[in-house]
């Protein structure tokens, strides 16, 4: 009787190298050489792991966490997730720098409920798509002290190291609990301010390009891939471009996209989709 060996795929995930053969993932830190492995949904320290730094070691078991996720059919997607006051999930995709943590910070200041500000996992359910928590602190610029000057009490908790120079916050309105989805939106940085309604092709393309476990031959790639496809084409879809006027005006810029009739019961009162604020 012959056996067929699992395909073997190397990837990439920020910092860390991944090599994936059936269930079992090997993680590499490749900058302290550190590796974290999982196999048989169990996490399991590799060469280099104990005498890593903490950061290096909590970024190796988030990314572990994540794959265990998978398991259980609840997927990872690089947005930040937020809940409007009336209800409604909303996530932010972007690239990193395209902005989530500064956005979901303005909205948590306007009374949003947090899911979470660069990672959120979903799970694709018969009456939509559910996101889960991760309640990390939000991760906020100190040079933006000016647009929130609260932040001038967290200087102290300032990490240096990290080029935008960002201290982890809480959320003032709180956490939210797992919310059905009710909209996605992917963003990035600009001079103007723009909110258009976008193609679910193009914005499955651009989660896809964010979610490199779709592409790894296991049994758990076809499912994420299912639900990434269930997303886009359930709620409505936008592209916004946000200039540094939306870290006030944030919270009215979707409330305006919330008119949109495809996503619900709008509301009082409703302003037309292109009146954002410019």
């Given at each position: 009787?012959?056996?067929?060996?699992?395909?073997?795929?190397?990837?990439?995930?920020?910092?860390?190298?991944?090599?994936?053969?059936?269930?079992?993932?090997?993680?590499?830190?490749?900058?302290?050489?550190?590796?974290?492995?999982?196999?048989?949904?169990?996490?399991?320290?590799?060469?280099?792991?104990?005498?890593?730094?903490?950061?290096?070691?909590?970024?190796?078991?988030?990314?572990?966490?994540?794959?265990?996720?998978?398991?259980?059919?609840?997927?990872?997607?690089?947005?930040?997730?937020?809940?409007?006051?009336?209800?409604?999930?909303?996530?932010?995709?972007?690239?990193?720098?395209s902005?989530k943590s500064?956005?979901t910070?303005?909205?948590?200041?306007?009374?949003?409920?947090?899911?979470?500000?660069?990672?959120?996992?979903i799970?694709?359910?018969?009456?939509?798509?559910?996101?889960?928590?991760?309640?990390?602190?939000?991760?906020?610029?100190?040079?933006?002290?000016?647009?929130?000057?609260?932040?001038?009490?967290?200087?102290?908790?300032?990490?240096?190291?990290?080029?935008?120079?960002?201290?982890?916050?809480?959320?003032?309105?709180?956490?939210?609990?797992?919310?059905?989805?009710?909209?996605?939106?992917?963003?990035?940085?600009?001079?103007?301010?723009?909110?258009?309604?976008?193609?679910?092709?193009?914005?499955?393309?651009?989660?896809?390009?964010?979610?490199?476990t779709?592409?790894?031959?296991?049994?758990?790639?076809?499912?994420?891939?299912?639900?990434?496809?269930?997303?886009?084409?359930?709620?409505?879809?936008?592209?916004?471009?946000?200039?540094?006027?939306?870290?006030?005006?944030?919270?009215?810029?979707?409330?305006?996209?919330?008119?949109?009739?495809?996503?619900?019961?709008?509301?009082?009162?409703?302003?037309?989709?292109?009146?954002?604020?410019?």
């Amino acid at each position: 009787m012959s056996t067929v060996a699992a395909q073997r795929t190397s990837w990439r995930y920020g910092p860390i190298d991944g090599v994936t053969s059936g269930d079992d993932t090997l993680l590499i830190h490749t900058e302290e050489r550190a590796e974290l492995r999982l196999r048989g949904g169990r996490l399991s320290p590799g060469r280099g792991y104990r005498n890593a730094s903490a950061d290096t070691r909590r970024e190796l078991r988030r990314l572990g966490a994540i794959f265990q996720l998978r398991e259980h059919g609840l997927f990872h997607l690089h947005a930040a997730g937020v809940v409007a006051p009336d209800g409604r999930a909303w996530l932010l995709a972007g690239e990193s720098g395209s902005g989530k943590s500064t956005l979901t910070y303005a909205l948590a200041r306007a009374g949003w409920k947090v899911l979470g500000d660069d990672g959120v996992p979903i799970e694709q359910r018969d009456d939509g798509v559910l996101a889960y928590p991760s309640r990390e602190p939000i991760a906020v610029s100190i040079e933006l002290s000016d647009a929130f000057p609260e932040l001038r009490e967290s200087v102290g908790n300032v990490n240096w190291a990290d080029p935008r120079h960002r201290a982890p916050l809480g959320a003032p309105a709180g956490y939210a609990s797992a919310t059905r989805v009710g909209a996605l939106a992917l963003i990035r940085r600009s001079s103007r301010d723009s909110l258009t309604t976008a193609s679910p092709t193009d914005v499955l393309a651009a989660l896809i390009r964010q979610s490199p476990t779709v592409l790894l031959h296991d049994a758990h790639a076809a499912r994420q891939l299912t639900a990434l496809a269930a997303l886009v084409n359930s709620v409505p879809v936008f592209h916004i471009e946000h200039s540094p006027i939306q870290l006030h005006l944030i919270a009215t810029t979707l409330a305006e996209a919330a008119c949109t009739p495809d996503i619900g019961p709008p509301p009082t009162p409703c302003s037309p989709l292109s009146a954002m604020a410019r």
